[in-house]
């Protein structure tokens, strides 16, 4: 959860809900309407609620209403249906024709159930929540919208289920981090170039690259089979025609093996600003692999993870780059190997979170949280996979 001040003159407030689907890790945008020092008292929370958001509700004839809690102790465990129930009959009071709570028993409001009732248009999703002794209350003006994500997941015309599927919302955060980097970065005085290019060396089947036109950013990717390449450049121009906004980027794929990659012939034909990619993960496991199957698996994977970092290194570019990271039980088995390239590449690691949020947590509380401090990386995963996808953000030194 975060909290931002925006005035009403920001271009983002403009359109938060298109804001919203390019943030890929974001799940709501909430406008906070109220808050107190001290847990307030149910009916001033509803007379609150009701100044807070009046002027949505007032022209409904029938009016949806949802409630999402964060945060906040045991004591609020009864919140969701306490709240609704009172609020429903303190609308009634007031001559509203209809009302409609949509929360099952005293859980969040689901986010699929907000989506199908189109409660931002049609009612309201309260949002209370507890920070630091402060009690917030805000409701809902964007929410992620996850078919979305689903079609441009299991849609495209090209999918290869035995290589490692990045989720296009992770694809989408890695994309999101590589441009905010190259955009922070100072440029050269003599430098001509004006847009962001981004380049994925190992596009599988082009689900950075899709995401990169989604999100206004030139690109170009390669691999290692010619059959993810051309896959790669069907799924580019199937999201070229499904989302016509994306023509006035320009992408192209091209057969490489990362390891035997001329830097300086990339740099002199594309000029790359960044370097966003998903490496490969390993080989799919049909049965639980031991430690020691992983181990060797992380062995072998060290010398393409450590020259792929050599060869990022001379683009001096941005570098967010997914790894494997095996899971045996809770225990991560990390590949050490990539730590030697990044030294010799002379890459550093960005630090994207400030040192007094990571002083709040333990290395294991982080960790959980997915953020490894040790290694300074991102940690993609469930619980119940095997193989976690580990994230490093570098910039050059």
């Excluded at 129930?85 to 099952?104: Q, V």
């Excluded at 430098?191 to 036109?213: A, H, Q, R, V, W």
Aim: glycine share 6%; charged share 25%.
């Amino acid at each position: 959860m975060a909290i931002v001040e925006l005035s009403d003159e920001d271009p983002l407030v403009r359109d938060l809900q298109i804001a919203l689907h390019s943030m890929g890790g974001t799940m709501k945008i909430c406008k906070i309407y109220q808050k107190w020092d001290e847990d307030p008292a149910i009916e001033e929370l509803i007379e609150k609620s009701y100044d807070g958001v009046h002027s949505r509700i007032m022209a409904l004839k029938k009016v949806l209403c949802g409630v999402s809690t964060y945060s906040l102790d045991e004591r609020h465990n009864k919140l969701p249906t306490n709240f609704l129930k009172i609020f429903k009959k303190y609308l009634t009071e007031l001559g509203y024709a209809s009302s409609r709570y949509l929360n099952k028993s005293d859980e969040n409001l689901s986010s699929a159930a907000a989506l199908d009732e189109d409660i931002i248009n049609k009612g309201v999703e309260f949002n209370f929540a507890s920070v630091e002794g402060i009690f917030y209350a805000a409701y809902t003006v964007a929410a992620q919208d996850f078919r979305l994500y689903a079609k441009r997941d299991y849609h495209k015309p090209y999918r290869d289920n035995q290589a490692g599927m990045l989720p296009p919302k992770l694809a989408q955060i890695m994309v999101n981090i590589g441009k905010g980097l190259e955009k922070s970065m100072e440029k050269p005085a003599d430098t001509t170039l004006k847009t962001t290019m981004l380049y994925d060396p190992f596009c599988g089947s082009g689900t950075i690259l899709m995401e990169s036109l989604l999100c206004g950013i030139h690109c170009i990717g390669s691999d290692i089979r010619f059959e993810s390449v051309d896959g790669a450049q069907t799924n580019c121009e199937w999201v070229q025609k499904e989302f016509p906004f994306t023509k006035h980027y320009t992408f192209e794929t091209f057969e490489q093996d990362v390891t035997s990659m001329n830097p300086q012939a990339v740099m002199q034909k594309y000029h790359p600003t960044a370097v966003v990619s998903e490496s490969f993960l390993g080989p799919y496991f049909k049965k639980k692999p031991s430690r020691e199957e992983m181990e060797k698996v992380q062995k072998n994977l060290g010398d393409l993870y450590k020259k792929a970092m050599q060869k990022f290194a001379v683009l001096k570019v941005p570098v967010v780059f997914g790894i494997a990271a095996h899971k045996h039980g809770a225990e991560y088995i990390w590949n050490e190997a990539i730590e030697e390239g990044i030294s010799e590449g002379h890459l550093k690691h960005a630090q994207l979170i400030p040192n007094w949020i990571l002083k709040r947590f333990t290395p294991e509380e982080a960790l959980a949280k997915g953020y490894a401090v040790d290694r300074r990386t991102f940690v993609y995963d469930r619980d119940d996979q095997m193989v976690a996808r580990e994230i490093f953000v570098l910039i050059p030194s």
